[in-house]
């Protein structure tokens, strides 16, 4: 038999708001559950390498979503007929992550996400700590600007070809060239309106500026961004995790808005030690997770202290 | 370590070489099937005239010739943004038309009927990115 990926996919009916939304997902591994957002527009493929990663998916279960509207999860029933253009909300995408979370029957995840889906951890610090172990909030801040514009959704421009080129330079020259126009393919995939529809939570409705304060800090905020994002840049994440009770920032070199898809290997590299503590952070309160795991780390040498959790 | 040093002379000859690696790519026969504008390329103070038909740039001019008859799109920048975006290995915020313009930054400006240069944004990124050395 030919070469097959560990990756399963399914079809979860979620309810939300007096609707079920028929969402696809893909998951692999097991361990504490580690829910991954994808970025507007695009879908659950940009997680395909992390869902084939043993050293990931050995303590993580590991599950990648497509929003509704996006990847394989349909449009809601009548969408043809909405007399308003796709407009994404903070509270939809908040409130949908949380129904997929339990829809799942997830107990307390981790969430990571990127770019549209970090910035969603904001409010999910805010909103939802008691109900999450923590936060991984790649390419992050709390307000980004400058992108809901109209040549992203217009009759006259081909919308699969804009919008993938408009993102490329988002990722860095350093990037493999194969896997930079592999996520040029995801968004040249993505439906009418959507990636201009997801951009308006992303730089309209998203506006933290003021809300970062009143995020408690009991849930660990680890925010990652690449230096070649030119949206989200490092001086912003690092102006917001400094209105952010414990926030880290992890500064991701030769890299850009697509870590997890644009460069893996790359990426690896510095998710894998935020990984590994956050293991360390959960074990205790997770005695199911990797029985196997959980003795190698006990011969492992004792972190410093100068780490927040 | 990432060239920053060398400033490349950003003059006619230089437009004129770029205009012919462009002429000679093979994918942009495909994908700039239907790019058919005039454009402008300003430098500073200078502009270069493009005239693209079918993917191909059919003439550059240093000044406005009355066989153009005007021009759709114009990006402009300084010299200093034109030599970070032509690097072999481009700068953050540098790498693409689209980053350099973006509000955010503003290192370039795109101007006159923005629609055509969107439209044409898939084979323009391409053709631009001839300008690094290869």
């Not at chain 1, 043809?80 to 107990?107: G, H, N, P, R, V």
């Not at chain 1, 992890?250 to 898809?261: L, N, R, S, T």
Request: hydrophobic share 40%; proline share 6%.
């Amino acid at each position: 038999m030919a070469k097959t990926d560990p990756i399963i996919g399914r079809y979860v009916y979620v309810p939300y708001a007096g609707k079920e939304y028929r969402t696809y997902y893909e998951e692999n591994g097991q361990g504490i559950p580690l829910v991954c957002l994808h970025t507007a527009g695009t879908d659950g493929r940009e997680y395909r390498h992390q869902l084939c990663d043993t050293d990931i998916t050995k303590n993580f279960r590991v599950i990648a979503f497509d929003l509704p509207r996006h990847g394989k999860s349909i449009p809601p029933q009548n969408f043809y007929k909405e007399e308003e253009e796709y407009a994404l909300t903070s509270k939809f995408y908040s409130e949908f992550i949380m129904a997929f979370c339990e829809a799942l029957d997830l107990k307390k995840p981790v969430i990571m996400g990127s770019s549209m889906g970090g910035n969603i951890c904001l409010p999910l610090a805010l909103n939802y700590e008691n109900d999450l172990t923590a936060l991984i909030a790649i390419e992050a801040c709390d307000h980004s600007p400058g992108w809901w514009i109209d040549p992203l959704h217009h009759p006259h421009i081909h919308g699969g070809e804009v919008c993938a080129t408009a993102v490329f330079g988002l990722m860095a020259p350093q990037s493999p060239e194969e896997y930079r126009w592999e996520t040029w393919w995801y968004y040249a995939q993505g439906g009418p309106g959507i990636f201009k529809g997801d951009l308006h939570f992303y730089s309209v409705d998203h506006d933290f500026r003021d809300l970062c304060r009143k995020i408690s800090g009991r849930v660990p905020i680890v925010m990652m961004t690449g230096v070649y994002d030119f949206a989200c840049t490092p001086e912003m994440t690092q102006q917001t995790a400094d209105k952010i009770r414990n926030a880290e920032v992890v500064i991701m070199k030769g890299i850009g808005h697509f870590p997890m898809c644009e460069n893996p290997e790359v990426f690896k590299k510095y998710l894998m030690p935020v990984l590994d503590r956050l293991v360390e952070y959960d074990r205790d309160r997770r005695p199911a997770a990797s029985v196997e795991y959980r003795q190698s780390r006990e011969e492992a040498p004792t972190r410093g202290a100068s780490k927040r959790w | 370590m990432t060239r920053y040093s060398t400033l490349t002379e950003l003059d006619t000859d230089w437009i004129v070489s770029w205009a012919k690696k462009v002429n000679e790519d093979k994918v942009l026969r495909v994908i700039g099937k239907f790019f058919t504008a005039n454009f402008v390329i300003g430098v500073d103070d200078k502009d270069f005239y493009i005239k693209v038909r079918n993917g191909k740039i059919e003439m550059v001019a240093d000044e406005l010739n009355a066989n153009m008859m005007g021009w759709q799109f114009a990006l402009r920048a300084p010299a200093s943004s034109w030599n970070k975006f032509v690097e072999p290995v481009p700068p953050p915020m540098y790498n693409d038309i689209w980053a350099m313009a973006h509000p955010l930054h503003g290192k370039l400006k795109i101007e006159g009927d923005t629609k055509v240069f969107w439209q044409n944004l898939r084979a323009l990124t391409w053709m631009l990115a001839k300008m690094r050395p290869s």
